[in-house]
């Protein structure tokens, strides 16, 4: 259990399921019970005929900083995995029910990554999209390696995932990382009227559209694996104990 992650059924929002993150004194940093919520938040959507679709939101001017670092360190020093991590992503992947996400302002590491399982993500203007990994001595994650050449193409993959360069709202926009660009005050109540117009539609139809849409998740699951072999592996290099050492120096 964790008040870090608020889930709820907004009665205002029929049939959509809200899982958002409530950490911002850390800028919303996934510690693993948080992956534990979300994780069985998504398998709870999953097994109830109420639930139609999930929106996953942030806080003001933050939706998350990733990974929490202490986590990332901890997991250095000993075994290197992060189930938790591995979990989540696959119940993302593995969702049977639509998921829309809002962001405003900071997404970073798995906090832009997991986008890339949504369906629709909605952006404030202010959002900023980065994935630093190889600049922590990491490798990406998530299927990013797998997902994000296809949407976007290899220049533009490569210069988010490999070069760590920062996406505006737009530029994300533009690569196919989102969908649409708002005023801030406007993604929380989107972001949930488009979750709850999606729960409106006839559910089957709506199910076979996705799973057509969203392509073979095993490939998507293997490639989730593969990367986590390497980012068990550099996660315990000393190259990147220095990294999150020097993080927590700051
Ligand atoms: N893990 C753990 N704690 C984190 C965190 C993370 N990923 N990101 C931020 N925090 C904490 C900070 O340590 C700080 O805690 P403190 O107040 O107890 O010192 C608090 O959140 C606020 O962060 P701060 O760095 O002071 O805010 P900022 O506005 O100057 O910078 C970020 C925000 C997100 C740019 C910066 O914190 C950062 O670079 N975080 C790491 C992001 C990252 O590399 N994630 C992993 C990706 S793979």
Same mark, same amino acid.
């Given at each position: 259990?964790?008040?870090?992650?608020?889930?709820?059924?907004?009665?205002?929002? *029929?049939?959509?399921?809200?899982?958002?993150?409530?950490? *911002?004194?850390?800028?919303?940093?996934?510690?693993?019970?948080m992956?534990?919520?979300?994780?069985?938040?998504?398998?709870?959507?999953?097994?109830?005929?109420?639930?139609?679709?999930?929106?996953?939101?942030?806080?003001?001017?933050?939706?998350?900083?990733?990974?929490?670092?202490?986590?990332?360190?901890?997991?250095?020093?000993?075994?290197?995995?992060?189930?938790?991590?591995?979990?989540?992503?696959?119940?993302?992947?593995?969702?049977?029910?639509?998921?829309?996400?809002?962001?405003?302002?900071?997404?970073?590491?798995?906090?832009?990554?997991?986008?890339?399982?949504?369906?629709?993500?909605?952006?404030s203007?202010?959002?900023?999209?980065?994935?630093?990994?190889?600049?922590?001595?990491?490798?990406?994650?998530?299927?990013?390696?797998?997902?994000?050449p296809?949407?976007?193409?290899?220049?533009?993959?490569?210069?988010?995932?490999?070069?760590?360069?920062?996406?505006?709202?737009?530029?994300?926009?533009?690569?196919?990382?989102?969908?649409?660009?708002?005023e801030?005050?406007?993604v929380?109540?989107?972001?949930?009227?488009?979750?709850?117009?999606?729960?409106?539609?006839?559910?089957?139809?709506?199910?076979?559209?996705?799973?057509?849409?969203?392509?073979?998740?095993?490939?998507?699951?293997?490639?989730?694996?593969?990367?986590?072999?390497?980012?068990?592996?550099?996660?315990?290099?000393?190259?990147?104990?220095?990294?999150?050492?020097?993080?927590?120096?700051?």
């Open positions: 259990m964790t008040d870090h992650i608020i889930i709820e059924q907004p009665a205002a929002h *029929p049939g959509v399921q809200s899982i958002r993150f409530n950490r *911002p004194e850390k800028k919303n940093a996934i510690t693993r019970a992956y534990g919520a979300m994780t069985d938040a998504l398998k709870a959507a999953n097994a109830d005929p109420d639930i139609r679709a999930t929106a996953l939101l942030g806080t003001e001017g933050c939706f998350s900083a990733g990974n929490d670092m202490n986590d990332f360190l901890a997991a250095a020093m000993g075994g290197g995995v992060i189930q938790e991590i591995l979990d989540f992503l696959y119940a993302l992947v593995k969702a049977e029910k639509p998921v829309v996400s809002g962001v405003d302002g900071l997404a970073i590491g798995i906090g832009t990554t997991m986008h890339l399982h949504c369906d629709l993500t909605i952006a203007d202010r959002s900023q999209f980065r994935t630093p990994f190889v600049d922590l001595a990491l490798v990406p994650e998530a299927a990013s390696s797998l997902v994000a296809h949407l976007m193409g290899h220049q533009r993959a490569f210069s988010l995932l490999a070069a760590g360069e920062a996406f505006s709202a737009a530029e994300a926009r533009d690569a196919g990382l989102i969908w649409k660009v708002v801030p005050a406007e929380d109540a989107l972001t949930l009227a488009t979750a709850a117009r999606l729960a409106a539609k006839p559910p089957e139809a709506l199910r076979i559209a996705r799973d057509l849409i969203r392509g073979d998740r095993d490939e998507i699951i293997a490639r989730i694996d593969e990367e986590a072999r390497h980012f068990s592996a550099r996660l315990k290099s000393a190259e990147a104990r220095a990294a999150f050492e020097a993080f927590m120096r700051r």
